[in-house]
């Protein structure tokens, strides 16, 4: 059942049989069951799903990040889940950008986290979104911030965020972990459904697919890849082909409304439009998603 767009941001130690298991068994056992939401993808890598943008999750016997943190009621059921396969602190938790649905469960995470890492302008829009309204004594904030790259050690497997360009938001940061090849893409991929283009939070539909085209040429045809948002749950994940389509999807949105403007239509004409050719498979996971794209893009090709 389709939802408004503010409805869907609302709403996105085992021992058997007295057997004492030895530290490496016992983190194997704990990581072998999967609590309801979770899904694991590579290893000790996964995601959550519930109620708002996908969390992962990174578990080692020496390390714990999560990615995102949905909403409080959500989060709340994520960390009891996580709890029953370690039983450390979160040490990272990153912010893929800014949105309620990927920030609001800081506040619940905070007193379980070691640190916050986020892109610099995440905090900042985030702060933007929420002064003056009932959530703002409620925010909790990157205590860490990167412009272009941050990144980490831990074992053999190196940590990277990076941001290129406004493309969702302003301060979207994709995070990568090279030794595993997996990756998490936050709201740059909304994958197969019509995505939202967040002008208003610095987003960029251009910068957007530029971001794409980075991500596209850094993956390889192996990295799974894990997204913000997607048509079901067996579409939160993926390879870099989703990346390309999500790219082609924005480009010829930008060609179609382009076409249009030089026609002489007026904003509300284009926005009649039912579909982008090509993408005719397209769907919307609240009403008016793909009226709300044209008109992101008629606004940024300075269509009167």
């Given at each position: ?78 960390l009891t889940g996580l ?6 602190k979160i040490d990272i ?102 995505p939202f283009i967040d ?106």
């Amino acid at each position: 059942m389709k939802q408004s767009r503010k409805n869907f941001i609302k709403s996105s130690a085992l021992l058997a049989g007295g057997l004492i298991l030895s530290p490496q068994d016992t983190f194997a056992r704990l990581l072998s069951s999967e609590p309801k939401g979770f899904k694991t993808l590579r290893e000790n890598f996964g995601l959550f799903f519930e109620r708002g943008g996908t969390i992962g999750w990174y578990v080692r016997n020496d390390f714990v990040m999560v990615i995102d943190s949905q909403f409080p009621d959500s989060v709340a059921n994520f960390l009891t889940g996580l709890r029953k396969k370690t039983p450390r602190k979160i040490d990272i938790l990153f912010n893929t950008h800014h949105h309620l649905d990927h920030t609001s469960g800081n506040f619940i995470l905070k007193n379980n986290v070691l640190k916050i890492v986020a892109q610099e302008n995440c905090p900042i829009l985030q702060k933007q979104a929420n002064e003056g309204t009932p959530r703002e004594s409620e925010q909790v904030y990157a205590d860490i911030t990167f412009g272009t790259l941050w990144k980490q050690f831990v074992g053999n497997e190196i940590i990277k965020a990076r941001h290129y360009f406004p493309a969702h938001t302003g301060g979207d940061a994709v995070i990568q972990l090279e030794y595993l090849n997996v990756a998490h893409m936050g709201d740059l991929v909304f994958n197969k459904v019509y995505p939202f283009i967040d002008l208003e939070g610095g987003g960029n539909i251009e910068g957007w697919i530029k971001f794409l085209d980075k991500c596209i040429d850094l993956f390889t045809r192996d990295t799974l890849i894990v997204f913000g948002h997607g048509l079901n749950e067996d579409h939160l994940y993926g390879n870099k082909l989703d990346l390309a389509y999500q790219r082609d999807y924005l480009s010829a949105l930008m060609d179609y409304v382009k076409k249009e403007i030089s026609k002489g239509k007026s904003r509300d004409e284009i926005l009649l439009a039912e579909a982008i050719p090509g993408f005719e498979i397209m769907t919307g996971l609240w009403d008016d998603a793909l009226k709300m794209n044209l008109n992101a893009a008629y606004t940024e090709l300075g269509g009167q």
